[in-house]
């Protein structure tokens, strides 16, 4: 009885403690909801509570103003280039690491470890100038570059740790049939590799949507700025319409939010899967 009544205390404080982080969590996320759907009148007298009269006029008019139609096509390129680029390489490099075994296999590995924990800003200077002398500023092809190679190592060893516990008779059994490598990994490593690859490609993508630092130094044309530098002048544009500001802010999150829920489990079993294969 008393370890059932120690356990249930437990479970209580657990429960008040798992409460209090969501309300600090969601707060914010509801008060911009509540604000999106607000007159730009009513935000003065009421800029946190429920809105006393519903609007949905701030969405199409934050689309309008916003220029959200070509806005949204630059961060969707942005996107797309960067996941055919990173995952493409960071998928070959995870199964060369994983099943090839390659020489300073395991330096590679603590190499992208390495290249993980380093702050990006470190080499945002140097990396300008260069982009400068090869005329990739204030193009998308320069970002995408540039997002692949600071994705790249989590995204290779993510895959690698999964990759790496995929059974080898599969790929025994391929090389006696006469798969070459890359047979090997078209044909068994990728089919097998689903849930990681779209873990990876989740992770990323989300990264890209909502990089701010790179777009807003390497590209200064407004006709070829992403979402995220865009939404920041948006706000100082209407810095006193801050309900049009919030419908912005929520056609920003919108896309990823909807993404997350269609394939929140794919993207658990990624995380967790590698964990549990033998």
Not at 81 to 98: K, Q, R
Not at 249 to 268: E, G, H, N
Request: glycine share 6%; aromatic share 14%.
């Amino acid at each position: 009885m008393e370890v059932a009544s120690f356990r249930k205390k437990e479970l209580i404080s657990n429960y008040v403690i798992l409460g209090m982080f969501a309300i600090v969590s969601l707060a914010p996320i509801l008060v911009l909801i509540f604000n999106a759907f607000k007159p730009a009148v009513e935000f003065g007298t009421n800029p946190i509570g429920l809105p006393n009269n519903i609007t949905f006029q701030n969405f199409p008019d934050a689309w309008v103003q916003g220029e959200y139609s070509k806005i949204f096509f630059n961060s969707f390129k942005l996107v797309f280039g960067t996941l055919i680029l990173c995952i493409t390489v960071s998928s070959l490099a995870g199964f060369s690491l994983a099943k090839l075994n390659p020489k300073g296999a395991n330096l590679v590995a603590i190499y992208l470890l390495v290249g993980i924990s380093i702050p990006a800003q470190m080499f945002l200077l140097p990396l300008f100038l260069l982009w400068k002398n090869l005329g990739l500023l204030n193009t998308h092809i320069g970002l995408i570059i540039i997002y692949s190679a600071l994705n790249a190592p989590f995204a290779t060893f993510l895959i690698r740790s999964y990759m790496i516990r995929l059974p080898d008779e599969l790929f025994d059994a391929a090389k006696i049939d006469g798969a070459n490598i890359l047979q090997q990994f078209f044909r068994v490593a990728i089919p097998l590799s689903w849930p990681v690859l779209l873990t990876s490609a989740l992770v990323v993508g989300l990264a890209v949507w909502n990089e701010f630092l790179f777009a807003l130094t390497f590209v200064q044309d407004e006709e070829l700025k992403p979402i995220s530098t865009i939404l920041f002048a948006f706000s100082w544009r209407f810095i006193n319409n801050q309900a049009l500001v919030s419908a912005a802010s929520i056609m920003m999150v919108a896309p990823v939010v909807i993404l997350f829920l269609l394939f929140q489990k794919r993207f658990i079993s990624g995380l967790t899967s590698g964990g549990v294969k033998g």
